[in-house]
């Protein structure tokens, strides 16, 4: 789960323009990553789908990042047929949309049972009041991750944390190991998740709070 960027529009009419002809096509779903980022199948083709204009806590954050994931994982069983609305393609190649179950925006079903931020860095192309008065919502009846005491670190600075430690990271873990580990050689997801909390963060290449992602 990591930043979009998404280019500016250059006039607020090709904005618009680029709204009402973002393609939408039908997929299945075929795992869900975290709680803003699911592999479909369309046919024989999968795409890895970061959901647009909002940001859920990373999976390997302490707090509410396996809750996020848990949650999208109830609206988007495996299997599940959706509707890909897409708006960009980000720096690491997975397309950003919004994903519609039947008539529900998953997007704003996720900001408005608490389980993702809106990323008002990246909230062009959605319907910024929606959002905006999912989000509010959410936080006046402290739903989800606004039920936390104290609050929570907001995942954009946690990545933006992360990245400043692992200049400074050792090849062993928190724990102190100095063992090292390949994707290939560890077998599962789950495990591979395990080993990203525990301080293996070079399993993380692209930094989006997820290790070994082939492995899903």
Same mark, same amino acid.
Request: charged residues 20%.
């Given at each position: 789960?990591?930043?979009?960027?998404?280019?500016?529009?250059?006039?607020?009419?090709?904005?618009?323009?680029?709204?009402w002809?973002?393609?939408?096509?039908?997929?299945?779903?075929?795992?869900?990553?975290?709680?803003?980022?699911?592999?479909?199948?369309?046919?024989?083709?999968?795409?890895?789908?970061?959901?647009?204009?909002?940001?859920a806590?990373?999976?390997?954050?302490?707090?509410?990042?396996?809750?996020?994931?848990?949650?999208?994982?109830?609206?988007?069983?495996?299997?599940?047929?959706v509707?890909?609305?897409?708006?960009?393609?980000?720096r690491?190649?997975?397309?950003?949309?919004?994903?519609? /179950? #039947? @008539?529900?925006?998953?997007?704003?079903q996720?900001?408005? !049972? %608490?389980?993702?931020?809106? =990323?008002?860095?990246?909230?062009?192309?959605?319907?910024?009041?929606?959002?905006?008065?999912?989000?509010?919502?959410?936080?006046?009846?402290?739903?989800g991750?606004?039920?936390?005491?104290?609050?929570?670190q907001?995942?954009?600075?946690?990545?933006?944390?992360? /990245? #400043? @430690?692992?200049?400074?990271?050792?090849?062993?873990?928190? !724990? %102190?190991?100095?063992?090292? =580990?390949?994707?290939?050689?560890?077998?599962?997801?789950?495990?591979?998740?395990?080993?990203?909390?525990?301080?293996?963060?070079?399993?993380?290449?692209?930094?989006?709070?997820?290790?070994?992602?082939?492995?899903?």
């Open positions: 789960m990591l930043f979009y960027p998404i280019k500016k529009f250059l006039l607020p009419f090709l904005s618009i323009s680029f709204i002809a973002a393609p939408s096509y039908a997929a299945s779903v075929l795992s869900v990553g975290d709680g803003d980022t699911i592999t479909i199948t369309n046919g024989a083709q999968k795409t890895k789908v970061r959901l647009a204009c909002i940001d806590p990373e999976t390997s954050q302490a707090t509410y990042g396996m809750e996020s994931r848990q949650a999208l994982q109830k609206l988007l069983p495996i299997g599940s047929e509707t890909v609305r897409t708006k960009a393609t980000d690491y190649g997975r397309t950003v949309g919004e994903i519609l /179950k #039947g @008539s529900t925006n998953i997007n704003q996720q900001v408005a !049972s %608490g389980n993702a931020f809106v =990323y008002w860095q990246y909230i062009s192309g959605c319907d910024r009041q929606t959002y905006s008065r999912l989000e509010n919502d959410a936080r006046l009846r402290k739903l991750l606004w039920s936390v005491p104290g609050g929570i907001r995942p954009w600075d946690y990545r933006r944390g992360r /990245k #400043g @430690s692992s200049s400074t990271y050792s090849s062993g873990s928190s !724990s %102190g190991s100095s063992a090292k =580990y390949r994707c290939k050689e560890i077998g599962s997801w789950d495990k591979a998740q395990v080993l990203l909390k525990q301080g293996h963060t070079y399993l993380d290449r692209d930094g989006d709070g997820e290790a070994c992602e082939f492995l899903m």
